[in-house]
Structures are given as C-alpha cells and as structure tokens.
C-alpha cells in the first residue's frame, strides 16, 4: 500500500494550488481518503475528505468554500484544489487512507499515510 503527496510548492496569498495523492496496492472504492496538514508547532488537522463508498466530501470550516477535493478512479488518484490561499494554509500536507471511513477528522482512524508535501503562502 502506498500513497505519495506532490504538488505542493510556494506561492502568494490568493494563489491556488493543485495537491495529487497517488495511490497503489488497495482499492480506492473501499477506503476513504482524506487530506490533512500540519504546521510547525501545531497539531495534525484533517481538512477534506472523500469517501471511496459514496464519493461524499467532507470540509473543515477552514478550508470550506476554498478547497475542494476529487478523485480520478481511473488514475487511482486524489486531488485537493486549493484556492484564495493564505498565510495561515502554509503547512506540510499530507494523505491518507481510511478503511472504517469513521471520524474523518481524527488521523488515528486512518490505516496508511503518504510522505508530506509542503505547501507556503507568503508573499
């Protein structure tokens, strides 16, 4: 099982951003997908989320109305569109995978994480 991060880089506030999560070794459909991220100092935040069962999307109220995730069966792929960024997004994002698909938010629930991927807002 694996997941790998990419996408992350520098850009201004208001800039957008395009995260991917690739998956391998498992079926999306059976597992729930969510994106978090963690700054210096912080604790590890769940922001979005989507379910391989029924392709619900979940938000935190953070990120509601700017981020937006997806998936691409075909490709195995997971994407969080991120748009109207700030300062306080600048963090190390990361995705996992959940089999249970139970309290989203909480990264304990989740059985296989991918490496991070940093994502600074500054101008």
């Known amino acids: 099982v694996q997941l790998q991060a990419s996408g992350g880089g520098l850009v201004q506030p208001g800039g957008s951003l395009k995260l991917s999560c690739e998956t391998s070794g498992f079926t999306l459909d059976y597992y729930a997908i969510g994106w978090f991220r963690q700054a210096p100092g912080k604790e590890r935040e769940g922001i979005s989320c989507i379910s391989g069962r029924d392709g619900s999307k979940y938000y935190a109220d953070s990120v509601k109305g700017r981020f937006a995730v997806s998936r691409d069966s075909a490709k195995n792929t997971i994407y969080l569109q991120m748009n109207s960024l700030k300062p306080e997004d600048t963090a190390v994002y990361y995705c996992?995978?959940?089999?249970?698909?139970?309290?989203?938010?909480?990264?304990?629930?989740?059985?296989?994480w991918g490496q991070g991927t940093q994502v600074t807002v500054s101008s």
């Open positions: 996992a995978a959940d089999y249970g698909e139970t309290r989203w938010t909480l990264p304990r629930a989740y059985d296989f």
